[in-house]
């Protein structure tokens, strides 16, 4: 499986961006796609997931901002993100799992694929 993330650019502060990570191959509708992001010299953080059943979990610096959907039939997860803040700035990157188990989710431990990032730049 390969996931190709895209939809990242320069926001201003209360603005909106919908993110976008693309997978080709395996059987998409099975995984467990979920989006981690990454500041200059912080560690990366769990954004939001949502696994095949459809539930979705966000970090708790998200929540109620950011929106995690999926369109099996595009092989497509989307991340949209509203009301961004400075501190949302960071490289987002989505992972996938069809083994990820629900405890590992948040820790960014089990995922099998891992696309590149796409980065995300709020102006204040």
């Known amino acids: 499986v390969q996931l190709q993330a895209s939809g990242g650019g320069l926001v201003q502060a209360g603005g909106s961006l919908r993110l976008s990570c693309a997978a080709s191959g395996g059987t998409f509708s099975r995984y467990t796609v979920s989006w981690f992001r990454q500041a200059p010299g912080k560690e990366r953080e769990f954004v939001a997931a949502?696994?095949?059943?459809?539930?979705?979990y966000y970090g708790d610096s998200v929540k109620g901002r950011f929106t995690i959907s999926r369109d099996n039939a595009k092989n497509t997860v989307y991340l949209q993100i509203t009301s961004v803040k400075p501190e949302d700035t960071a490289v987002y990157s989505c992972?996938?799992?069809?083994?990820?188990?629900?405890?590992?989710?948040?820790?960014?431990?089990?995922?099998?694929?891992w696309g590149q990032g796409t980065q995300v730049t709020v102006s204040s």
């Open positions: 949502i696994p095949n059943s459809g539930h979705t």
């Open positions: 992972a996938a799992s069809s083994t990820v188990i629900l405890s590992n989710i948040r820790q960014g431990r089990g995922y099998n694929y």
